[in-house]
C-alpha cells in the first residue's frame, strides 16, 4: 500500500485495571463488556433504543429508533418528545434534591455549592427571564460568558425552553464573537461584565460592544452578568443587567418539550481552511450519548466529584461539565480562572481540597504541569482521586506515565478519551474497570461505536500498524446533524470521501495487534517525506521523550527533494537557548530522534520557542507555525494567542 502512513511508535507497556477498580465499576470486567459489545453488533438499533428508553425521561415516546432515509442526514428516536434540562435536573429532585450539583471556585479562592434543588429554581428563573426578553423555542442565544455556574445556568435555561444556545469562548475577539453572532442570527447574547484570569480582568462586556458595533444586528437584547464588578457602558435600549431581568420572575418554569431532532445548541470549530463551522446538535441522541458515555467511561457513581476542567466554550464543557454528569446526576467542580494562578499547584490544590474523585483534563496542561516538577503535587493529598482522563491531543506516553504515577500514585486508570466537537461524546476510551490501559492509546471503541481504520478506497486496513483514515461506519445518537447555514459542507466534509457511507473523522490512526487505536494525528498535518507518509504525533512524541525537551510541534515544510522537509519547533525543560539557536542541542535531538524512530524522521530544522501557538482549548495550531515555517504573511486569526510576542521567536526573529 503506497498512500499507506506510516507508523513507528512502539509502546509495550501495559496495565491491567486494579482489582479494587474492577470490582466496584459498573462494567467490572471483560465479559459484561463484550455482552455489550455483542448486543450492539446483533442488533444495533435495539441497543441504543432500549438505552434511550431506559436512561433517558421522555415527555412522548419515540416509534423509530433511526431513519436513515435522508443519510447522510439521520434521524433519531424520531416522534420522541423531552425535555433536556428537566432531563438533568427536574428528574434528580425527588431524591437528590439537596444534592450539591454544582461546587464553584472562583479564581481568588471563594467556594459555593449549589444543590439540584438550587440549579434547578436559577435555571427555571433565568428561563423565565429569558422568555420575558422575547425569546422563544427556535431563536438563537449567544454565550459570551466566564466559566461560572450561570453559564451552565444560561445553557440549562437556553434549553428548557428550546432556545439554541451558542457558547462563544471568552478569549475570542470582537471579530469572532461579531461572525459568530451573525451566522446564527443570534436575537439576544449573554455575557458578563467581565472577569478575572491570571488576575487581569478580561473585557467581556466591552468585546461584545465592540462585535455589535460591526455587525450582529439580530441582536435585541444583551443580558450582563455582574462579576468583576468594574464599569462597563451599558446601551439602554438593548442592554440589561442579569439581576434586572430576574426581577419579577416565577421560581418554575414549565419545560418546553421539543422533538427529539430539535437542535440543542451550536457550537462553532474551525477546521483547517475557511470559516468556523456551526456544528448542530440533536437534543435526544446528544444527550444520549453524553450521559452513556459518562457513565461508562467516568464510571460515575452516586459519591463521585467530578471534575473536568474544560471550558464551557469547548465541546468537553459541554458534554462533561454542563450535561452529561448532571444528566447522571453527579457533582461536578468549576473552576474560573487560570491553571497556575497563584501558583502551579492550583489544580492539585482544588483536587485536595474538593475532595476530587475523577479528574479530567487535557495533554497540553498535564505537559505544563509535569514541567512544573513533581513538588507541587507531591504538596497535596491526592488520595480521593480514583480516576485520571486526558482529551483533546494525543497524549505522548512520557505524559502519560507522569499523570499515572506522580497524580494517580500507579493505582487510578487513565481514560484516554478520543471524540471531537462533532461527535458530542466520547467514542473511544478505555472501559476503566475492564480494558487494559497503553500509554499513548486511546484503546477501543464504546459500544455501539463502529469505528474502523479504512483506506482510500474505504477498505478496512486489517493488518496491524498500518495507518489509515480514521471512520465511524455506522451513524450514532450523539452525532452532528449539519453545518448550520451550510448543509453541503456538512457533507462535503464528513461524508462525500468514503461516498456517503461512512463519517470522515479526518484524523490518521493506526490498530495494534491487540485491536487497540492509536491517533497519530490530523490527516491535513501528514508530512510527507521522500514519498514516507509520517504523522506528526509519534515524531513529535519522540522528542518529548528527551529530557530537555517540554513541548514539541512537527510540521513539513516545502523541500526541492525531499517533497517536505521536518521541521520542529521545540520548548525546553527550564531556559530557552540565547536568540533561539543551540547547535549542539539539535545536532543532539536530531540523532535523538534517529534512534527513536529512524533517520527519514530526523528533524531538518529545529527552532526553539518559550511557548507553542495553540487553540484555547490546547491544541498545537500547526497550520500556524507551516506558514512560519515557510516565511509567508499570517492570514489565521491570531486574536486568542494567550503570548502574540511568541510569534517572533518562532519567526526565528527573536
Ligand atoms: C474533544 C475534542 C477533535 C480533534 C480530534 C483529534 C484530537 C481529541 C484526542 C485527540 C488523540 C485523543 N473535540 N483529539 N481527543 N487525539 N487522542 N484522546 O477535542 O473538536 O475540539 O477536537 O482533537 O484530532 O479529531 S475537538
Same mark, same amino acid.
Given at each position: 500500500?503506497?498512500?499507506?502512513?506510516?507508523?513507528?511508535?512502539?509502546?509495550?507497556?501495559?496495565?491491567?485495571?486494579?482489582?479494587?477498580?474492577?470490582?466496584?465499576?459498573?462494567?467490572?470486567?471483560?465479559?459484561?463488556?463484550?455482552?455489550?459489545?455483542?448486543?450492539?453488533?446483533?442488533?444495533y438499533e435495539?441497543?441504543?433504543?432500549?438505552?434511550?428508553?431506559?436512561e433517558?425521561?421522555?415527555?412522548?415516546?419515540? !416509534?423509530?429508533?433511526?431513519?436513515?432515509?435522508?443519510?447522510p442526514?439521520?434521524?433519531?428516536f424520531?416522534?420522541?418528545e423531552?425535555?433536556i434540562?428537566?432531563?438533568?435536573?427536574?428528574?434528580h429532585l425527588?431524591?437528590?434534591?439537596?444534592?450539591?450539583?454544582?461546587?464553584?471556585?472562583?479564581?481568588?479562592?471563594?467556594?459555593?455549592?449549589?444543590?439540584?434543588?438550587?440549579?434547578h429554581?436559577?435555571?427555571?428563573?433565568?428561563?423565565n427571564a429569558?422568555?420575558?426578553?422575547g425569546?422563544?423555542?427556535?431563536?438563537?442565544?449567544?454565550?459570551?460568558?466566564?466559566?461560572?455556574?450561570?453559564?451552565?445556568?444560561t445553557?440549562?435555561?437556553?434549553?428548557?425552553?428550546?432556545?439554541?444556545? %451558542?457558547?462563544?469562548?471568552?478569549?475570542?475577539?470582537?471579530?469572532?464573537l461579531?461572525?459568530?453572532?451573525?451566522?446564527?442570527?443570534?436575537?439576544?447574547?449573554?455575557?458578563?461584565?467581565?472577569?478575572?484570569?491570571?488576575?487581569?480582568?478580561?473585557?467581556?462586556?466591552?468585546?461584545?460592544?465592540?462585535?455589535?458595533?460591526?455587525?450582529?444586528?439580530?441582536?435585541?437584547?444583551?443580558?450582563?452578568?455582574? #462579576?468583576?464588578?468594574?464599569?462597563? %457602558?451599558?446601551?439602554?435600549t438593548?442592554?440589561?443587567?442579569?439581576?434586572?431581568?430576574?426581577?419579577n420572575?416565577?421560581?418554575?418554569?414549565?419545560?418546553?418539550?421539543?422533538?427529539?431532532?430539535?437542535?440543542?445548541?451550536?457550537?462553532?470549530?474551525?477546521?483547517?481552511?475557511g470559516?468556523?463551522?456551526?456544528? !448542530?446538535?440533536?437534543?435526544?441522541?446528544?444527550?444520549?450519548?453524553a450521559l452513556m458515555?459518562t457513565?461508562?467511561?467516568?464510571?460515575?457513581?452516586?459519591?463521585?466529584?467530578f471534575?473536568c476542567?474544560?471550558?464551557?466554550g469547548?465541546?468537553?464543557?459541554? %458534554?462533561?461539565?454542563?450535561?452529561?454528569?448532571?444528566a447522571?446526576?453527579?457533582?461536578?467542580?468549576?473552576?474560573?480562572?487560570?491553571?497556575?494562578?497563584p501558583?502551579?499547584?492550583?489544580?492539585?490544590?482544588m483536587?485536595?481540597?474538593?475532595?476530587?474523585t475523577?479528574?479530567?483534563t487535557?495533554?497540553t496542561?498535564?505537559r505544563?504541569?509535569?514541567?512544573?516538577?513533581?513538588?507541587?503535587?507531591?504538596?497535596?493529598?491526592?488520595?480521593?482521586?480514583?480516576?485520571?482522563g486526558?482529551?483533546g491531543?494525543?497524549?505522548?506516553?512520557?505524559?502519560?506515565?507522569?499523570?499515572? %504515577?506522580?497524580?494517580?500514585?500507579?493505582?487510578?486508570?487513565?481514560?484516554?478519551?478520543?471524540?471531537?466537537?462533532?461527535?458530542?461524546a466520547?467514542?473511544?476510551?478505555?472501559?476503566?474497570?475492564?480494558?487494559?490501559?497503553?500509554?499513548?492509546?486511546?484503546?477501543?471503541?464504546?459500544p455501539?461505536?463502529d469505528?474502523?481504520?479504512?483506506?482510500?478506497?474505504?477498505n478496512?486496513?486489517?493488518?496491524?500498524?498500518?495507518?489509515?483514515?480514521?471512520?465511524?461506519?455506522?451513524?450514532?445518537?450523539?452525532?452532528?446533524?449539519?453545518?448550520?447555514?451550510?448543509?453541503?459542507?456538512?457533507?462535503?466534509?464528513?461524508?462525500?470521501?468514503?461516498?456517503?457511507?461512512?463519517y470522515?473523522?479526518?484524523?490518521?490512526? #493506526?490498530?495494534?495487534?491487540?485491536?487497540?487505536?492509536?491517533?497519530?494525528?490530523r490527516?491535513?498535518?501528514?508530512?510527507?517525506?521522500?514519498?514516507? /507518509?509520517l504523522?506528526?504525533?509519534?515524531?513529535?512524541?519522540?522528542?518529548?521523550?528527551?529530557?530537555?525537551?517540554?513541548e514539541?510541534?512537527v510540521i513539513?515544510?516545502?523541500?526541492?527533494?525531499?517533497?517536505?522537509?521536518i521541521?520542529a519547533?521545540?520548548?525546553?525543560?527550564?531556559?530557552?537557548?540565547?536568540?533561539?539557536?543551540?547547535?549542539?542541542?539539535?545536532?543532539?535531538?536530531?540523532k535523538w530522534?534517529?534512534?527513536?524512530?529512524?533517520?527519514?524522521?530526523?528533524?531538518?530544522?529545529i /527552532?526553539?520557542?518559550?511557548n507553542?501557538?495553540?487553540?484555547?482549548?490546547?491544541?498545537?495550531?500547526? /497550520?500556524?507555525?507551516?506558514?512560519?515555517?515557510?516565511?509567508?504573511?499570517?492570514?489565521?486569526?491570531?486574536?486568542?494567542?494567550?503570548?502574540?510576542?511568541?510569534?517572533?521567536?518562532?519567526?526565528?526573529?527573536?
Amino acid at each position: 500500500m503506497s498512500h499507506e502512513i506510516e507508523s513507528t511508535l512502539h509502546e509495550e507497556r501495559l496495565f491491567q485495571p486494579s482489582q479494587t477498580f474492577s470490582e466496584q465499576a459498573r462494567i467490572p470486567d471483560m465479559a459484561t463488556l463484550q455482552e455489550l459489545y455483542q448486543k450492539a453488533e446483533d442488533d444495533y438499533e435495539g441497543f441504543w433504543a432500549d438505552l434511550a428508553r431506559k436512561e433517558l425521561t421522555w415527555h412522548k415516546p419515540f !416509534q423509530t429508533t433511526l431513519n436513515s432515509n435522508h443519510a447522510p442526514h439521520y434521524r433519531w428516536f424520531e416522534e420522541g418528545e423531552l425535555n433536556i434540562s428537566y432531563n438533568c435536573l427536574d428528574r434528580h429532585l425527588a431524591n437528590n434534591g439537596d444534592k450539591t450539583a454544582i461546587i464553584f471556585e472562583d479564581e481568588k479562592g471563594n467556594n459555593r455549592h449549589i444543590s439540584y434543588k438550587a440549579l434547578h429554581r436559577d435555571v427555571c428563573r433565568f428561563a423565565n427571564a429569558l422568555k420575558e426578553q422575547g425569546i422563544e423555542k427556535g431563536d438563537r442565544v449567544i454565550l459570551y460568558m466566564p466559566m461560572c455556574p450561570q453559564a451552565v445556568i444560561t445553557m440549562q435555561a437556553c434549553a428548557r425552553i428550546g432556545a439554541i444556545h %451558542s457558547v462563544v469562548f471568552g478569549g475570542f475577539s470582537a471579530q469572532s464573537l461579531k461572525d459568530r453572532i451573525e451566522d446564527t442570527g443570534a436575537k439576544a447574547v449573554v455575557t458578563a461584565d467581565g472577569c478575572y484570569r491570571g488576575g487581569k480582568i478580561i473585557e467581556l462586556k466591552a468585546t461584545c460592544d465592540k462585535a455589535l458595533e460591526i455587525g450582529g444586528n439580530s441582536v435585541q437584547t444583551v443580558i450582563v452578568l455582574k #462579576r468583576s464588578g468594574h464599569d462597563i %457602558s451599558m446601551t439602554q435600549t438593548r442592554d440589561i443587567w442579569w439581576h434586572d431581568a430576574l426581577k419579577n420572575v416565577a421560581d418554575e418554569c414549565i419545560p418546553t418539550w421539543v422533538n427529539s431532532e430539535h437542535p440543542l445548541f451550536l457550537l462553532y470549530t474551525s477546521g483547517s481552511t475557511g470559516k468556523p463551522k456551526g456544528i !448542530q446538535h440533536s437534543s435526544a441522541g446528544y444527550l444520549l450519548g453524553a450521559l452513556m458515555s459518562t457513565k461508562w467511561v467516568f464510571d460515575i457513581r452516586e459519591d463521585d466529584i467530578f471534575w473536568c476542567t474544560a471550558d464551557v466554550g469547548w465541546i468537553t464543557g459541554h %458534554s462533561y461539565v454542563a450535561y452529561g454528569p448532571l444528566a447522571a446526576g453527579a457533582t461536578i467542580v468549576m473552576y474560573e480562572g487560570a491553571p497556575t494562578t497563584p501558583n502551579g499547584d492550583r489544580f492539585w490544590e482544588m483536587c485536595e481540597r474538593h475532595k476530587v474523585t475523577i479528574f479530567y483534563t487535557a495533554p497540553t496542561a498535564i505537559r505544563t504541569l509535569m514541567k512544573l516538577g513533581d513538588e507541587l503535587p507531591n504538596k497535596h493529598d491526592l488520595s480521593s482521586i480514583r480516576l485520571l482522563g486526558t482529551v483533546g491531543e494525543p497524549i505522548n506516553p512520557e505524559a502519560w506515565m507522569w499523570y499515572r %504515577s506522580v497524580i494517580g500514585k500507579e493505582q487510578c486508570p487513565i481514560v484516554d478519551t478520543w471524540w471531537q466537537t462533532e461527535t458530542g461524546a466520547i467514542m473511544m476510551a478505555p472501559i476503566p474497570g475492564a480494558v487494559a490501559t497503553k500509554p499513548g492509546s486511546c484503546t477501543l471503541a464504546l459500544p455501539g461505536i463502529d469505528a474502523d481504520i479504512l483506506d482510500e478506497k474505504g477498505n478496512s486496513i486489517t493488518a496491524p500498524n498500518k495507518g489509515g483514515y480514521l471512520a465511524i461506519k455506522k451513524p450514532w445518537p450523539s452525532m452532528l446533524r449539519t453545518v448550520w447555514g451550510d448543509d453541503q459542507r456538512y457533507i462535503d466534509t464528513y461524508w462525500s470521501y468514503f461516498d456517503g457511507k461512512y463519517y470522515l473523522a479526518g484524523d490518521s490512526a #493506526r490498530r495494534d495487534e491487540d485491536g487497540y487505536f492509536w491517533i497519530m494525528g490530523r490527516i491535513d498535518d501528514v508530512l510527507n517525506v521522500s514519498g514516507h /507518509r509520517l504523522g506528526t504525533m509519534e515524531i513529535e512524541s519522540a522528542l518529548v521523550a528527551h529530557p530537555r525537551v517540554a513541548e514539541a510541534a512537527v510540521i513539513g515544510k516545502p523541500d526541492e527533494t525531499t517533497g517536505e522537509a521536518i521541521f520542529a519547533f521545540v520548548v525546553l525543560r527550564g531556559e530557552r537557548p540565547e536568540g533561539g539557536i543551540d547547535e549542539a542541542l539539535t545536532q543532539e535531538l536530531r540523532k535523538w530522534v534517529a534512534k527513536q524512530i529512524g533517520p527519514i524522521a530526523k528533524p531538518a530544522e529545529i /527552532r526553539y520557542a518559550d511557548n507553542l501557538p495553540k487553540t484555547r482549548s490546547g491544541k498545537i495550531m500547526r /497550520r500556524l507555525l507551516r506558514t512560519i515555517a515557510s516565511d509567508e504573511e499570517i492570514t489565521q486569526d491570531v486574536s486568542t494567542l494567550e503570548n502574540e510576542a511568541i510569534l517572533l521567536q518562532l519567526r526565528g526573529k527573536s
